[in-house]
């Protein structure tokens, strides 16, 4: 086991701050909460010192040092808000904007430009240069996802890193030498599976998404950190909303989880919270077709749907499938219903697909783990290959089904056959599908972006996720239906609220009981190892 690194004391401007030994002088300053600026670092990347911009005086040195590829020491001193740093500051931000084309008003990253925020905070106020800029590539289209302005770049080749580094691919490269480099691609387009996180390592808007190019401006924005719903990893991000619409999801650092990326699937993965085809109401079947209804009229069917069924054929003869897509606290309230009812068997299908040693899981789901540590479904395939054989032996004559992840999961010539034997049919979903038509009963269900909970990804870690959108008035969210459900079979009273239920998780004495709410933080908790393991 490593000994702990020893701690420095380093005086910035008059400021003592404590350091671990063979930190970088640039990110302890960042650390202590200084207004240190620079381009070509990235906490994530390897030292590249090309922008000379961070550089600061350290006493007994001859020259002015680049605080990115200082080390500390301790007894350094070191000088910031010093006329010579601020001279030569100024001087690096003219060199980097005399080639720059002034076009913030049409740049997509205007709002957030560190070429921007920098010129204005630590730069000149005019320019004093008449001679017209250089012409470069615009809007180059490198990649199925990834548009290349070489105008707006300022060579701090963060992306020629993280290609070389993170995603492993190499796709990009700086050409050519002195006034005359730029970049470029190498040999291929820019299409690996994390091609988007070039955009977020850009500090300009030279390397723009397609996704969100002339969008919206980004001032309009309203930022909400969550987790994203793309696979079991459960990567950090925030959720950009406006106008009661998702723009864009980006990566939020959690070094414990996704550092500070995401792959372009998980990205992109956003569109369905606004599907026109999403159910906007319950539909209950009237008159042998489903109809909309209000919430109350189709809980109420559905309660007297079950208690019918029950009383006909034994609760045994009642399954449910669990959707990994919920959070903790709406499944473990599901299970409370069904534990009310005396389900026969609960099962969990769970969409499966590419994955890699990086972030990228096979599971396409951000919470088949905490299904699993609720105890609502056991076994290799969590239950589900019992419960269909159950379906088609005529042992399972009802279905609550979550989610459609079991479209996926099963043969549809399978899938048709078994729905075709139910007798009753429940269906919770974000819109009708076909497979489902002879549903009797289907509740509209509530996105990761509109609701407040928990998710546990692969590794057990509890994660929490806010509301960025309202959902429309009266609307009723998973956790709320099974509530008021549990309420209408199991005469009870009970609420849907975060609190509440973390209690009940308390009490049940699960996994999930070694956790408080409160202690899920922003990065999240980890589970306690199970028992033996």
Request: proline residues 5%.
């Amino acid at each position: 086991m490593s000994s702990p690194a020893k701690t420095v004391r380093v005086t910035v401007d008059n400021r003592v701050i404590e350091a671990p030994e063979g930190a970088t002088l640039l990110q302890v300053m960042l650390d202590a909460g200084l207004d240190i600026p620079h381009y070509c670092y990235h906490p994530k990347l390897s030292i590249d010192g090309s922008c000379r911009l961070c550089q600061v005086k350290i006493d007994g040195m001859p020259k002015l040092q680049i605080s990115c590829n200082t080390q500390v020491r301790d007894g350094m001193v070191v000088h910031v808000a010093d006329p010579e740093v601020e001279s030569t500051r100024r001087g690096v931000l003219e060199m980097l904007l005399l080639n720059h084309p002034l076009d913030c008003p049409i740049c997509d990253k205007a709002g957030e430009c560190w070429l921007q925020n920098f010129a204005m905070r630590f730069g000149r106020g005019t320019a004093r240069t008449i001679e017209p800029r250089r012409k470069q590539g615009k809007r180059m289209d490198i990649g199925e996802r990834i548009l290349l302005d070489q105008e707006r770049c300022i060579l701090c080749r963060r992306c020629v890193r993280f290609c070389r580094e993170i995603s492993k691919t190499g796709e990009l490269a700086v050409f050519n030498i002195g006034d005359h480099s730029q970049l470029d691609i190498y040999d291929r387009r820019l299409d690996n599976d994390y091609s988007m996180c070039v955009a977020d390592v850009c500090p300009v808007g030279a390397l723009e998404t397609k996704d969100f190019h002339h969008q919206i401006r980004v001032w309009f924005l309203e930022e909400t950190a969550s987790v994203c719903p793309s696979c079991s990893n459960g990567c950090n991000i925030m959720v950009s909303a406006a106008r009661d619409r998702v723009w864009r999801l980006v990566p939020r650092r959690n070094d414990e989880v996704n550092d500070t990326w995401m792959c372009d699937a998980g990205r992109l993965n956003y569109r369905f919270i606004a599907d026109p085809d999403r159910l906007r109401a319950p539909l209950v079947v009237r008159d042998g077709a489903l109809a909309a209804t209000d919430w109350p009229d189709a809980l109420g069917a559905a309660a007297t749907a079950i208690a019918e069924f029950v009383k006909r054929n034994g609760a045994k003869a009642l399954g449910a499938i669990v959707s990994p897509h919920l959070t903790n606290e709406e499944n473990f309230r599901f299970g409370e219903l069904l534990r009310t009812l005396g389900a026969g068997r609960v099962a969990m299908a769970v969409r499966r697909g590419a994955h890699d040693d990086f972030l990228i899981k096979a599971e396409k789901a951000a919470n088949a783990r905490g299904v699993r540590e609720l105890g609502l479904v056991a076994g290799p395939d969590d239950g589900l290959e019992e419960l269909l054989r159950a379906c088609e032996a005529g042992e399972i004559k009802a279905l609550y089904l979550c989610g459609d992840d079991l479209i996926d999961a099963v043969a549809p010539e399978r899938l048709a056959a078994i729905v075709c034997r139910l007798e009753l049919l429940i269906v919770q979903d974000l819109r009708m599908r076909p497979e489902f038509a002879r549903a009797a009963i289907v509740i509209p269900t509530t996105t990761f972006a509109e609701k407040e909970g928990t998710f546990t990804n692969h590794a057990g870690r509890v994660q929490r996720i806010t509301p960025a959108l309202a959902t429309p008035p009266g609307w009723m969210s998973d956790g709320e239906v099974f509530t008021a459900l549990l309420n209408l079979v199991g005469a009870r009273n009970d609420r849907f609220d975060l609190a509440g239920v973390w209690a009940a998780i308390a009490r049940d004495g699960g996994r999930l009981a070694t956790l408080r709410l409160a202690d899920i933080g922003p990065h999240g908790a980890v589970l306690e190892p199970a028992p033996g393991a």
